[in-house]
């Protein structure tokens, strides 16, 4: 039986921002050429092609923003009237194939079919809040699946960990005072959006749930496994989640044109290392990996390999 489930729904394609932007269509691309090449993709069950349905965004999103969504996409506009995230007809179709593919992804982890997935998704969902796209981000995928484990299968406690050199602010907000989901970010500072400050830790029913780790451009290895070895672990030791996800945004790593950290391959390979153990431990393997950031083709489909080979292992 494969260890691991990949979705990679060709739909997410139709989703084009516009000449010379950096959130590309050859994103996925390049991804699926090296999950394929490297023969990670045979050894792995595929997921079949999910539209998410408004019932199931609603499960992190108001209802009200996802007919904006809809009816601003359906208006051929260039840019969502909730910020800057550009969008073309089929962008909708792109981010609604791509929050199915994470459900589908978490219906495998949790029926046990596989121990774990990753989603070959775009656009990135994390900067997404309950009522506004921001950034590349339209519909928030890894919330959305987080909400739809607990849902659908009665799943007390969910973690969220996020190591895209941005902050993830639309997690963040969505599970700000719920309780019942940890988020974890570390993310370079200053940069978009300007917020996840150490001091943010959530309120009400989360408070404490919430842990920021930002750093300054040029961080690397020590600082960011530290802050997982360190923060992160103990935090879930306490927390028991009984299920993990993972906003894997590989911009962190060294050589992306929009961040400054310095990961390398071998660095996403011992987190993801580090976030099976902890799946094992609290979450009886049960772990989701979606995709997030990542803008250098090279880098982004290097990095993403080395993820999936430890995945596989």
């Known amino acids: 039986m494969p260890r691991t489930a990949i979705g990679a729904d060709a739909r997410v394609r139709a989703h084009d921002p516009g000449p010379g932007h950096p959130e590309q269509v ?38 009200s923003y996802v007919e904006l969504v809809e009816r601003e996409v359906s208006q051929d506009r260039r840019q969502l009237s909730t910020g800057d995230t550009a969008i073309n007809r089929q962008s909708s179709q792109a981010a609604r194939a791509a ?7 978490v219906d495998a982890v949790c029926e046990g079919a596989v121990q ?22 339209l519909f928030n995928t890894v919330a959305v699946a987080a909400r739809y484990a607990q849902t659908r299968f009665g799943l007390a406690r969910a973690a969220i960990v996020d190591w895209d050199v941005h902050h993830g602010n639309g997690t963040q907000d969505i599970f700000y005072a719920d309780g019942t989901v940890l988020f974890f970010s570390t993310h370079q500072w200053p940069l978009y959006p300007g917020t996840g400050a150490a001091s943010e830790r959530g309120a009400g029913n989360g408070e404490g749930l919430t842990i920021n ?14 802050a997982f070895e360190q923060q992160f672990v103990p935090a879930a030791n306490d927390f028991q989640p009984e299920m993990l996800f993972i906003s894997a945004g590989f911009d962190s790593r060294i050589g992306d044109p929009l961040g400054q950290f310095t990961l390398d391959d071998q660095d996403f390979a011992d987190l993801t290392r580090m976030m099976l153990d902890v799946a094992s431990r609290h979450c009886r393997d049960r772990l ?26």
């Open 213 to 226: 780790c930002p750093f300054p451009a040029g961080s690397g290895r020590e600082e960011i496994l530290s």
């Open 288 to 313: 989701v990996s979606v995709l997030e950031g990542g803008y250098s083709l090279s880098g982004l489909a290097q990095a993403a390999e080395a993820h999936v080979r430890v995945l596989q292992s």
């Open 99 to 105: 929050v199915g593919c994470a459900l589908n992804a």
């Open 26 to 63: 050859g994103r996925f691309a390049a991804v699926q050429h090296a999950l394929t090449s490297s023969g990670l993709l045979s050894d792995a069950l595929l997921l079949e092609p999910r539209t998410a349905t408004d019932d199931e965004l609603a499960l992190a999103h108001a209802r």
């Open 116 to 137: 774990n997935a990753f989603c070959v998704t775009r656009p990135p969902g994390h900067h997404a809040s309950s009522e506004r796209g921001m950034g590349f981000c």
